[in-house]
Every structure is written in C-alpha cells, then in structure tokens.
T-cell receptor, first 109, second 117 residues
Framework: DAKTTQPTSMDCAEGRAANLPCNHS???????VYWYRQIHSQGPQYIIH???NNETNEMASLIITEDRKSSTLILPHATLRDTAVYYC??????????FGEGTQLTVNP | GAVVSQHPSWVICKSGTSVKIECRSL??????MFWYRQFPKQSLMLMAT?????????EQGVEKDKFLINHASLTLSTLTVTSAHPEDSSFYIC?????????????FGPGTRLTVL
C-alpha cells in the first residue's frame, strides 16, 4: 500500500484559498489518490480523486505533481464550514481505505 | 450525488444485549460495503468488508462472531454487535463502493454512535 504523509494541522483565513499538501512517494503507476474530509462527529465525505492529471469539481481542485509523488488539495475560497480533518488516501487494490491521522484544517473568521 | 444512509444514528443499550445497525446505499447499487469503527480522537479503523451474497472479510483482530455482517442485497448491509459491552461503545461508520468506469469511490454514511451501559 502506498503510504501518505500529511501535516498534522493547518490554519486558513475565511475566504482565502486553503492548500493542503500530501506526500505519497511510494505510489505506483496505476494507483489513484483520493481525498476525503471528516467534519466532527460525521461520516467522511468524498471530495475528489485523481491519477495523474489535475482534477477539479464543485468542491475542490487536485494538483498532482508530474512524478506523482505528491499532491495538493485546493479549496479555492475556504469557509468556516470547511473546518474538518482532511485525509489523503491511496487505496489498496481491493479498494480498502486506510485512514491516517489526516490534516486538521481550521478556517478562521 | 451518491447517498448512503445509516440507521439508527445513535443507540444506547445495556451490556449483554445485541444491536443491529443498517447501512443503505440510496441511489446506487453496491456489491461491496465496508464497516469502520472510530474511537474518540482516533482515526477510522476498517473492521470488515461486506460483499453482497457472500461472507464478509474481517480485518485482523476483529471478532467475526461478535460483529455479524449481512449483505443480503445490493443496497443493504447490516452490522450486528452481539453481546455488547462498554468497550464496544464507539462510532460505527459504513461506506458503499460505487463503480464508475475504471475507478471506484467509497461513499460514507453519517455514522451510528453506540453507547453500551
């Protein structure tokens, strides 16, 4: 399984972009990177996933480096409701997700 | 979007009783569902993989006779905590795997908070 490394915590001002980094240096060529977030006392919420091209949806953008060893999740205009733990995950071949500690993003007013 | 529901959202039971938690995929079929457990201030831990029409696969250290899983249809999986004890008190979360082309994504339910007295 490709292991991921994320900062423990980050702060962001409301209305500004939040850039959350993730290292996955052992990722293999056909493994996807998935991002989820968990707001306190709720189930995780799927955000976005990608293989090698940058991806964008209504929630966020995902920038994957050319060597695929790291990626950045971008929330373009963070709101207070974006305060959550963000998880960067590379699933196993059997689709099992291993949740690490993630990054606690706090959006400040 | 893909919606997964869980029922109940919370339950309080006496020690020694059994509790059943339901997980439903509301707008898609899921041949595979997953059950996780989360203790306070910890991350989610995968308990088992539930496959429709076959036996569940349990993670190491999870007792299959204590945590009974049934996946009888493509939209419903159930987790029964048998003879619950206070140490089983936790936040139980399910997810359903949705296939889309060559990728698949897990969508999570809102979770069930179990308190065993």
């Amino acid at each position: 399984d490709a292991k991921t490394t994320q900062p423990t915590s980050m702060d962001c001002a409301e209305g500004r972009a939040a850039n959350l980094p993730c290292n996955h240096s052992t990722i293999s060529g056909n493994e996807y990177v998935y991002w989820y977030r968990q707001i306190h006392s709720q189930g995780p919420q799927y955000i976005i996933h990608g293989l090698k091209n940058n991806e964008t949806n209504e929630m966020a953008s995902l920038i994957i480096t050319e060597d695929r060893k790291s990626s950045t999740l971008i929330l373009p205009h963070a709101t207070l409701r974006d305060t959550a733990v963000y998880y960067c995950i590379v699933p196993t071949k059997s689709s099992r997700l291993t949740f690490g500690e993630g990054t606690q993003l706090t959006v400040n007013p | 979007g893909a919606v997964v529901s869980q029922h109940p959202s919370w339950v309080i039971c006496k020690s020694g009783t059994s509790v059943k938690i339901e997980c439903r995929s509301l707008d898609f079929q899921a041949t595979t569902m997953f059950w996780y457990r989360q203790f306070p201030k910890q991350s989610l831990m995968l308990m088992a993989t539930s496959n429709e029409g076959s036996k569940a696969t349990y993670e190491q250290g999870v007792e299959k006779d204590k945590f009974l899983i049934n996946h009888a249809s493509l939209t419903l999986s159930t987790l029964t905590v048998t003879s619950a004890h206070p140490e089983d008190s936790s936040f139980y979360i399910c997810s359903a795997r949705r296939l889309a082309g060559i990728t698949d994504t897990q969508y999570f339910g809102p979770g069930t908070r179990l308190t065993v007295l």
